[in-house]
C-alpha cells in the first residue's frame, strides 16, 4: 500500500524544463511554481491520509457493532472490550514496532528494523516534502488496517476465548505478525519485487487476518453444544440484529477510506479521478455481493438470511479490496458478486468441517480476500496469476505458522479456553463482569 512518490513532481519538472532557459525571471517564476505545486500535494495528499485514517478508525465501531449483534445476550460485553482492547493494543505496538519493521530497511527483504523506541514524526512545525505527506498521517493511516486484521479474529473465535491471552495474541499480531507479513510488498519487500499486487489489502489485511483467525478457531475447538453428536448444526442465534446491520454499515462507510486512501496521493487531477473510481467500485461492489448473496440463497435454500446478506456486502468489500482502480464497474459489481456467493457456500461447509467461527468471518475475510486477490489480472494488465499465488501462498505459511505457535504456547501455558461453566454463564459475567442485558439475560432487573 505504501508508496514513496511526490506525484507533483511530473507537474513541477515540466514547469522547470519550459522556463529554465528563458531567463532568471521566468525561472525565478518556475521556483516558485514548483514550490506552490510541492506545498498544495503535499497538503492534499496527508488530508487524504487523514481522512481515510478516521474512516478507517470508524471501522473499528462498525466490527465492535457487527460482533455485538452476532453474538448471544450473554457475550456482548466481552466483544465490545476485546474491540477497544485490541485498537488500543494496536496502535501502542504499531508505533513502538510494527512501523518501523513494515516501512523501515526492507529493501526488497522479509522485514524492516527492529526496534523499540517507536516511530518518528516531524518536527512541530516541520514538513517532508521530500515525501509528499505528512509521516504522522502516514503512520495514523497505515495503524488503523492494523487494528482491522486484529478484529477479524476477534469475531471468529467469540464466546469460549479468554480476554488476557486474547490480548497477548494481538500484541504480537499487531507489533511482529502483521508487520513483518505487511513488509513484504507495502513496504517494498520480496514480493513486491517478485510482482505480487495488493492494492489495498485483500490478502495482506484481510486473509492474514483470516488465516490468524482459522487456526484459533480450530485449536480452541467449536462453542460447547454447536456440533451435536449425531452432526446437527444448532443454531446460536446472535442477540442484535439490528446492531449487527448498524455495524454493516458502518464497516462499508469505512471502507471508502480504506480502498480510497489506499491511492496514497490527492495531489494531482488524476490522483482525486481515480480516487473518485475507486470510491464507486467499492460501492458498487458491495451491493454486488448483497444482491448475489439474495438471489443464490433463494434459489439455493428457498429462504434468505439477513446474516447472510451482512456477510454477503462484507465479502463484496473484502473482494474489490486487491484492486478497486482498475476494474469497469460492471467488472466491480461481479467481482464482489463473486465473494457473496462465496459466504453462501463456505459457511455451511466450516460447519460440515465443525469449524466455529461465530461472525462468519472466514468466508467473508479469508476466502473473499484470496478470491480478490486471484482477480487482479482480470482487470489489471500489470499483475500476473503465478506472482499472485506466489503471495497468497506465502502468507498463508507464514499466518498460520506463525499464528500456531503462539496459539499453542497460550494454550499449554495459561490455556486459551474458559470452563464449560463460564462458557454457560456467559463471558459478561465470568470473565467481565459487567452483563451488556442484565434484565433479558439472567432475569435481574
Known amino acids: 500500500m505504501k508508496r514513496l512518490f511526490n506525484k507533483s513532481a511530473g507537474v513541477a519538472g515540466v514547469l522547470l524544463a519550459t522556463t529554465a532557459f528563458a531567463g532568471p525571471s521566468l525561472a525565478q517564476d518556475?521556483?516558485?511554481?514548483?514550490?506552490?505545486?510541492?506545498?498544495?500535494?503535499?497538503?492534499?495528499?496527508?488530508?487524504?491520509?487523514?481522512?481515510g485514517g478516521f474512516l478507517v478508525m470508524f471501522m473499528a465501531a462498525g466490527f465492535a457493532m457487527l460482533e455485538a449483534g452476532l453474538v448471544r445476550a450473554k457475550n456482548v460485553s466481552?466483544?465490545?472490550?476485546?474491540?477497544?482492547?485490541?485498537?488500543?493494543?494496536?496502535?501502542?505496538?504499531?508505533?513502538?514496532?510494527?512501523?518501523?519493521?513494515?516501512?523501515?530497511?526492507?529493501?526488497?527483504?522479509?522485514?524492516?528494523?527492529?526496534?523499540?523506541?517507536g516511530y518518528g514524526f516531524d518536527d512541530v512545525g516541520g514538513n517532508a516534502l521530500d515525501t509528499g505527506y505528512s509521516t504522522a498521517s502516514d503512520w495514523f493511516f497505515q495503524m488503523a488496517f492494523v487494528a482491522a486484521t486484529a478484529s477479524?479474529?476477534?469475531?471468529?473465535?467469540?464466546?469460549?476465548?479468554?480476554?488476557?491471552?486474547?490480548?497477548?495474541?494481538?500484541?504480537?499480531?499487531?507489533?511482529?505478525?502483521?508487520?513483518?507479513?505487511?513488509?513484504?510488498?507495502?513496504?517494498?519487500?520480496?514480493?513486491?519485487?517478485?510482482?505480487?499486487?495488493?492494492?489495498?489489502?485483500?490478502?495482506i489485511v484481510h486473509s492474514v487476518g483470516g488465516w490468524a483467525a482459522l487456526t484459533g478457531a480450530i485449536i480452541l475447538g467449536a462453542r460447547k453444544g454447536k456440533y451435536?453428536?449425531?452432526?446437527?448444526?444448532?443454531?446460536?442465534?446472535?442477540?442484535?440484529?439490528?446492531?449487527?446491520?448498524?455495524?454493516?454499515?458502518?464497516?462499508?462507510?469505512?471502507?471508502?477510506?480504506?480502498?480510497?486512501?489506499?491511492?496514497?496521493?490527492?495531489?494531482?487531477?488524476?490522483?482525486?479521478?481515480?480516487?473518485?473510481?475507486?470510491?464507486?467500485?467499492?460501492?458498487?461492489?458491495?451491493?454486488?455481493?448483497?444482491?448475489?448473496?439474495?438471489?443464490?440463497?433463494?434459489?439455493?435454500?428457498?429462504?434468505?438470511?439477513?446474516?447472510m446478506a451482512l456477510n454477503g456486502a462484507l465479502a463484496g468489500l473484502v473482494s474489490i479490496t486487491a484492486e478497486p482502480l482498475t476494474p469497469s464497474p460492471l467488472a466491480a459489481v461481479?467481482?464482489?458478486?463473486?465473494?457473496?456467493?462465496?459466504?453462501?457456500?463456505?459457511?455451511?461447509?466450516?460447519?460440515?468441517?465443525?469449524?466455529?467461527?461465530?461472525?462468519?468471518?472466514?468466508?467473508?475475510?479469508?476466502?473473499?480476500?484470496?478470491?480478490?486477490?486471484?482477480?487482479v489480472p482480470l482487470t489489471n494488465s500489470g499483475a500476473n496469476f503465478g506472482a499472485q499465488i506466489y503471495g497468497i501462498a506465502a502468507y498463508a505459511v507464514f499466518t498460520v505458522v506463525f499464528s500456531a505457535v503462539i496459539w499453542l504456547a497460550l494454550k499449554y501455558t495459561i490455556g486459551i479456553r474458559v470452563s464449560e461453566e463460564e462458557e454457560a454463564n456467559g463471558l459478561d459475567r465470568s470473565e467481565i463482569g459487567v452483563e451488556a442485558y442484565p434484565e433479558f439475560t439472567f432475569g435481574r432487573g
Not at 500535494?41 to 481522512?51: H, P, S
Not at 455451511?348 to 467473508?364: F, Q, R, S, T
Request: aromatic content about 12%; charged content about 10%; hydrophobic content about 55%.
Open 228 to 307: 451435536s453428536a449425531d452432526g446437527r448444526v444448532v443454531p446460536m442465534v446472535g442477540s442484535n440484529i439490528p446492531l449487527a446491520t448498524l455495524g454493516t454499515f458502518i464497516l462499508w462507510l469505512g471502507w471508502f477510506g480504506f480502498n480510497g486512501a489506499s491511492q496514497l496521493a490527492m495531489g494531482t487531477i488524476g490522483d482525486v479521478s481515480d480516487v473518485s473510481r475507486i470510491f464507486a467500485n467499492t460501492n458498487l461492489a458491495a451491493a454486488g455481493g448483497v444482491v448475489a448473496t439474495l438471489i443464490v440463497m433463494q434459489f439455493v435454500y428457498g429462504k434468505l438470511d439477513v446474516t
Open 152 to 203: 477479524i479474529v476477534s469475531g471468529t473465535i467469540a464466546e469460549r476465548v479468554k480476554l488476557w491471552p486474547f490480548l497477548i495474541f494481538t500484541v504480537v499480531l499487531t507489533g511482529i505478525m502483521y508487520p513483518i507479513s505487511g513488509s513484504w510488498h507495502w513496504g517494498a519487500g520480496f514480493l513486491k519485487e517478485a510482482g505480487f499486487n495488493d492494492f489495498a489489502g485483500s490478502t
Open 334 to 375: 461481479a467481482i464482489g458478486a463473486v465473494g457473496g456467493v462465496i459466504v453462501v457456500f463456505a459457511v455451511p461447509l466450516l460447519d460440515k468441517l465443525k469449524i466455529d467461527d461465530v461472525v462468519g468471518a472466514i468466508p467473508v475475510h479469508l476466502l473473499a480476500g484470496i478470491w480478490g486477490t486471484l482477480a
Open 78 to 117: 466481552m466483544q465490545c472490550l476485546k474491540n477497544i482492547a485490541l485498537y488500543s493494543i494496536a496502535g501502542l505496538m504499531y508505533y513502538w514496532i510494527g512501523y518501523n519493521l513494515m516501512y523501515t530497511g526492507v529493501d526488497g527483504g522479509v522485514m524492516g528494523t527492529f526496534s523499540l523506541f
Open 30 to 51: 518556475a521556483v516558485t511554481a514548483e514550490s506552490v505545486a510541492a506545498n498544495s500535494a503535499y497538503i492534499f495528499n496527508t488530508l487524504l491520509f487523514l481522512i
